[in-house]
Nanobody, 123 residues
Framework: QVQLVESGGGLVQAGGSLRLSCAASGRTFSSYVMGWFRQAPGKEREFVAGISRSGLSTYYADSVKGRFTISRDNAKNTVYLQMNSLRREDTAVYYC????????????????WGQGTQVTVSS
């Protein structure tokens, strides 16, 4: 079992930056593949970024590639999402998630989810 708590969301102007953090507790953090997802009002939850256990492999949705960066610090049991050049369409609740398998990183098939943090981008 692992517990995930996101932080770092807020209100930012278009073109600005935010860094989300997800702190994990419970079983060994480094044994989990981690992902960030988001859900905008009236829309389905979607994959944003994923990272392997070691952090050497990263995966991104096309919509955020080149603007967002996922990273992890296994010593601090934390995964990050650096979001730059934010756009209004990035407005959503952002969730971090953990899974045991590297397979289907971009799918919703994760074992554990955080409660989410709101990101609002204004024009």
């Amino acid at each position: 079992q692992v517990q995930l708590v996101e932080s770092g969301g807020g209100l930012v102007q278009a073109g600005g930056s935010l860094r989300l953090s997800c702190a994990a507790s419970g079983r060994t953090f480094s044994s989990y593949v981690m992902g960030w997802f988001r859900q905008a009002p009236g829309k389905e939850r979607e994959f944003v970024a994923g990272i392997s256990r070691s952090g050497l492999s990263t995966y991104y949705a096309d919509s955020v590639k080149g603007r967002f960066t996922i990273s992890r610090d296994n010593a601090k049991n934390t995964v990050y999402l650096q979001m730059n050049s934010l756009r209004r369409e990035d407005t959503a609740v952002y969730y971090c998630a953990a899974k045991n398998s590297i397979m289907e990183v971009t799918s919703l098939k994760y074992d554990y989810w955080g409660q989410g943090t709101q990101v609002t981008v204004s024009s």
